[in-house]
């Protein structure tokens, strides 16, 4: 059940106060060494067109819409915060990222992609089986998810109990595949950072 701005019970909320926070806090070594991860990932890739979902206040789609070989038509963004939105739409103009209010569960965009992704987003989703299968329905033929988080696994002593609910292991991202009708394409590590990488199975059906 969704509730205030397309948020789930028990999902972080970002006000104005929690946004402009996070927007500061992007610009720490660690969330820069996450973005150059990122942007590494994708930029090797070639993706056409591309989803950032839970998209902040706008990091990964402006640095993207920064490379000179990106197209940036094709680059789309949603966030359940409003006040988020506000900051990255402020951060891109000029650029021609498309923002929009939209979550995991609820995605405004009447088209295909050919990957959906999400950095340090997906350990708020409540319901992270089920917007794996939503989210799967808006991948273009051969389209990937790519999930980017803190690896649990890499990890160690106060720092793994103070960020144990901000992290994922391996093992919770894989487990999720198979139920959303999903498979493991590939993971990579970089810097204390994982990304899995999910594509549909054979006979997928959306949901």
Avoid at 71 to 82: E, L
Wanted: one cysteine or more.
């Amino acid at each position: 059940m969704c509730g205030v701005n397309g948020y789930r019970k028990g999902e972080e909320r970002f006000g104005p106060f929690m946004s402009l926070a996070y927007w500061l806090g992007a610009k720490s070594p660690d969330m820069r060494k996450l973005y150059r991860f990122v942007l590494h990932d994708l930029s090797r890739a070639g993706f056409g067109s591309i989803l950032d979902v839970g998209t902040g206040t706008g990091d990964v789609p402006i640095a993207l819409a920064r490379l000179p070989h990106w197209d940036n038509a094709g680059i789309f963004a949603i966030d359940p915060s409003p006040d988020m939105l506000r900051i990255a739409r402020m951060r891109s103009r000029g650029l021609g990222i498309t923002f929009a209010a939209g979550s995991s569960r609820r995605i405004p965009f009447d088209k295909g992609f050919d990957v959906i992704m999400a950095s340090l987003s997906f350990h708020h989703w409540a319901d992270r089986e089920g917007a794996l299968k939503y989210l799967s329905g808006f991948l273009n033929s051969g389209g990937e998810i790519r999930i980017y988080e803190v690896d649990r696994e890499r990890l160690s002593g106060l720092r793994r109990m103070v960020a144990a609910q901000h992290s994922l292991a391996e093992g919770e991202l894989r487990a999720l595949a198979a139920p959303s009708g999903l498979r493991v394409k590939g993971v990579l590590r970089s810097g204390g950072f994982i990304r899995v990488t999910f594509a549909r199975r054979a006979g997928f059906r959306k949901g």
